[in-house]
């Protein structure tokens, strides 16, 4: 029986709705505001048994949401790329880094740079393999300056479990 997390943007709260049943459609309404359509955001998921919390994620330097939306883009593009194009490959890889804001390791960068010229990524990762392996794909941007300064303040969660 899921458990479904919904978010409104006027309130800036996390709601949680219980199901008898998979609905990944219905969009139910604000319980606080009563008049705004939610939107549905990624749960984590559920561990049974102790579990240590280092983090509560707050601190994630990008956004969850815009993460979200870019997968859910790139999810429905990758199903009708040509895998036997290197440059699709790497455009979509592009697309994912403007999408999140996430910047580029500069081995992935030049891999993608690589792709982009044709080249084949077996090649590629034949000579460039222990690099890409030795560093993160991406970098996460800081959060600082103006764009900390502009961000909201973290969602609340309201605790209620309501009927989907």
């Known amino acids: ?12 709260t996390i709601f949680n709705f219980f199901t008898k049943s998979v609905n ?8 606080k505001c009563r008049n705004k359509t939610l939107s549905r955001q990624m749960s984590a998921f ?7 919390e280092d983090s509560d994620g707050d601190d994630l330097p990008f956004d ?3 993460m979200e939306k870019a997968m859910q883009v790139l999810a429905s593009e990758a199903e009708n ?16 880094s403007n999408m999140t804001g ?13 792709m982009e010229n044709g080249e084949d990524p077996d090649q590629i990762e034949a000579e460039m393999g222990d690099l890409l ?19 909201r303040p973290k969602p609340q969660v309201d605790d209620t479990l309501y009927d989907l």
């Open 1 to 12: 029986m899921p458990i479904y997390e919904f978010y409104c943007d006027d309130c800036n």
């Open 24 to 31: 990944t459609t219905k969009k139910p309404k604000c319980p």
């Open 46 to 52: 559920a561990f049974t048994g102790k579990a240590k």
């Open 64 to 66: 969850e949401s815009k």
């Open 81 to 96: 790329i040509n895998e036997d194009d290197p440059r699709q490959a790497a455009n979509l890889m592009r697309k994912l």
């Open 102 to 114: 996430l910047e580029l390791g500069p081995g992935m960068h030049e891999a993608l740079k690589r």
């Open 133 to 151: 392996e030795g560093e993160d794909p991406f970098i996460l941007p800081e959060k600082k300056g103006a764009a900390a300064k502009n961000q």
